[in-house]
């Protein structure tokens, strides 16, 4: 029968890890002043950690316990890359002691990385090459340039809708609506000869038409600069 | 080879009709062989306009159930021999048309006729598709206000992607526009688009500009298209709508409103 008011699940935590490159309490006591003095608010009940795989010699743990919850940390444990018999000494005097999962983490981080740096490869190579239509857009047509450019030789009429996963030019009016980086492509913009658009949208942020009196009626391109829709002419 | 042309707009109301029955006597009178056809199956006006309305026995839709030969549907004009209307049924609906049997019908006219003139209904449903599939061009009709104008673009688009030509990939069709009901006067003010706006937002070439007029209406009325009325502005401008479907180049007029002279200006004229 499960346990209906408790349960225990695995999570994992950013915590602060306190690295001590001495066991001398005085100079340890003097650096913690001046770094908490500098944002007290900040480091006020913070989770703490203490990595003491750097000491050397004799250890006064409960002293540096004492020490950590004297300047308001909450006391966590040990933690470092530290020998067997040092681990059991900390357990039998009653701390806990935080096993890093330091190497995988390294090791996740960088596939992690890697993935990103591929996928980010490979939006940017299909967003190079150009999906062309020529003529107008007719109102009630759609395009859709899948993981491309669009580039129309025409205009697009009021009721069209051009879509792109890249950019979109338009070598004429563009009335109708136009959405680029569909799929999420912050750097995506939209060109065109002639800004009279019923909507423009650039990674999901669009603008309706009241909001680009700015170049209406001239040539212009939107952009995103910090996730805020940009017009800029063109000419 | 025949030249199948659809009068089309998507809006209704917008002088398609009056349209279709002036282009159909135009041709007809410099001497080429004209059918015109209702394609607005149970909302029958060609006819009407054309002064035919008591001569219809048979219709299309008879024709294509096999109930009486196309011999025996063809109204002759009574003005000009080499017109004949194919006119629309009243009673029964349009799912009666599907493209075999018209694709069959405009095969047999084509036999006879030079120009196939399809008075398309409006609206965008079966029944003006079926009036523009088989077409070679199009005249799409428009007034200078912006629904018409939005309609008509929708219609193109259609013309681009539903025919038989844009289905075969064939040579798109020829896309005329016909810019009705105009009044330069109401330009002038601004409460209406002009011919260059009506251009730019289309962008297909003019075939013509018909002032709005009184002669319009009635000619409706009496049944006399007002290609007929030779002195009227708009009779004057349909005749230039002919002479530019056959080639020619012709000047646009009525484009700017009449100054009114000292006298009727004085006289309250």
């Known amino acids: 029968m499960a346990d209906a008011s408790i349960e225990f699940k695995g999570s994992s935590f950013t915590l602060s890890v306190l690295h001590l490159r001495t066991s001398k309490l005085a100079d340890i006591r003097a650096d913690l002043i001046k770094k908490v003095a500098q944002a007290p608010d900040f480091f006020y009940l913070v989770p703490v950690v203490v990595n003491i795989e750097k000491l050397v010699g004799g250890i006064e743990y409960q002293a540096i316990k004492a020490l950590i919850e004297e300047f308001n940390f909450t006391f966590v444990g040990f933690t470092g890359d530290i020998a067997t018999e040092q681990r059991k000494l900390i357990r039998e005097l009653g701390f806990s002691f935080v096993n890093t999962t330091k190497v995988s983490t390294a ?16 939006a940017e190579c299909h967003l190079y090459t150009d999906k062309v239509h020529r003529g107008q857009v007719r109102s009630g047509q759609q395009l859709y340039a899948k993981n491309q450019n669009l580039v129309v030789i025409g205009s697009v009429s009021a009721g069209a809708e051009v879509i792109a996963d890249g950019n979109i030019h338009v070598y004429g009016s563009l009335r109708g609506r136009a ?16 800004l009279e658009a019923e909507l423009v949208s650039i990674n999901g942020n669009y603008w309706l038409s009241e909001s680009m009196q700015q170049h209406w009626g001239s040539p212009a391109f939107i952009h995103l600069t910090d996730s805020e829709l940009t017009s800029s002419k063109l000419i | 080879m025949a030249r199948i042309i659809v009068v089309t707009s998507g809006k209704g109301g917008v002088g ?30 060609l006819d009407l306009i054309m002064g035919c309305e008591r001569r219809v026995v048979y219709d299309f839709v008879n024709v294509i159930n096999g109930e009486a030969t196309l011999n025996q549907a063809l109204i002759k004009d009574k003005r000009v021999s080499s017109l004949s209307i194919l006119p629309a049924s009243q009673t029964r609906d349009k799912d009666a048309l599907t493209k075999e049997n018209v694709g069959k019908v405009l095969e047999e006219l084509a036999k006879t006729f030079d120009y196939i003139i399809c008075d398309s209904p409006a609206g965008i449903e079966a029944g003006a598709m079926m009036a523009l599939y088989y077409a070679d061009e199009a005249i799409v009709t428009t007034n200078p206000e912006v629904s018409s104008v939005r309609d008509s673009d929708r ?11 844009a ?8 896309e ?82 009449e100054k ?10």
């Open chain 1, 107 to 122: 090791k996740q981080t960088a596939i992690a990385q890697e993935s990103v740096t591929k996928i980010a490869a490979s």
């Open chain 1, 179 to 194: 959405i680029a980086g569909a799929k999420g492509h912050h750097k995506a913009q939209i060109y065109c000869q002639n």
């Open chain 2, 16 to 45: 398609k009709t009056t349209s279709s029955a002036a282009i159909g006597i135009g041709l007809a009178l410099k001497g080429h062989k004209v059918v015109l056809i209702d394609f607005d199956i149970g909302l029958r006006n």
């Open chain 2, 155 to 165: 219609i193109l688009g259609m013309l681009a992607s539903r025919s038989r030509r």
């Open chain 2, 167 to 174: 289905e075969l990939g064939l040579e798109p069709i020829k």
């Open chain 2, 176 to 257: 005329h526009l016909l810019l009705t009901r105009y009044s330069p006067k109401r330009v002038e003010e601004g409460e209406m688009l002009s011919v260059e706006d009506v251009v730019d937002i289309l962008s297909i070439p003019l075939l013509g500009v018909i002032p709005e007029s009184q002669a319009v209406l009635k000619a409706s009325n009496s049944g006399e298209p007002v290609i007929l009325d030779i002195e009227s502005d708009a009779g004057k401008a349909y005749q230039d709508v002919i002479d530019r479907l056959l080639g020619e180049t012709v000047e646009f007029r009525f484009l700017v409103a």
């Open chain 2, 260 to 269: 009114k002279g000292i006298f009727s200006r004085m006289f309250g004229g």
